[in-house]
């Protein structure tokens, strides 16, 4: 299959475009079980998730935004997705589920809102 997302102005106009081509079949490699929330929690805590975004909207059109430092995070959305790498050589054909947790945190040096993304393996 493949996914295409559009990124879009204000005023409908097309900033960018990315896609990508996914292969027909994919190999089963092994089934495993999905976190419990009390794992994803102490996951989380640990701080053992990918940060995959973070940028404040004040810094939206910085050409390099600041290193945030974020000790805090508020998460307002969460749901399980799948990771494929961009790469193939990376992992062969491997889908990998993942939570993706989308919130905010305050950055300590600045104060700023900083808007985050945060990918969890899925799976123990």
Known sequence: GTNIE????????????T??????????IEDKPILSTK???????????AVVYSLSDQDLSSEA?????????????SYLA??????TEE????IQPVFVFEGMGVDQKSGK???LIIYLPATQ
């Not at 799948?82 to 790469?87: A, E, T």
């Open 19 to 28: 896609g990508v081509k996914y292969p027909e079949t994919f190999e089963k």
């Open 6 to 17: 559009f990124v879009e102005s204000p005023s409908l106009e097309v900033l960018k475009m």
């Open 91 to 94: 992992a062969g054909l491997i």
């Open 39 to 49: 794992e994803i929690e102490k996951r989380l805590n640990n701080r053992e998730g």
């Open 113 to 115: 809102n900083v808007n």
């Open 65 to 77: 935004p600041p290193n945030y430092q974020i000790s805090l995070a508020q998460i307002t959305r």
């Open 82 to 87: 799948y990771y494929y790498p961009p790469s």
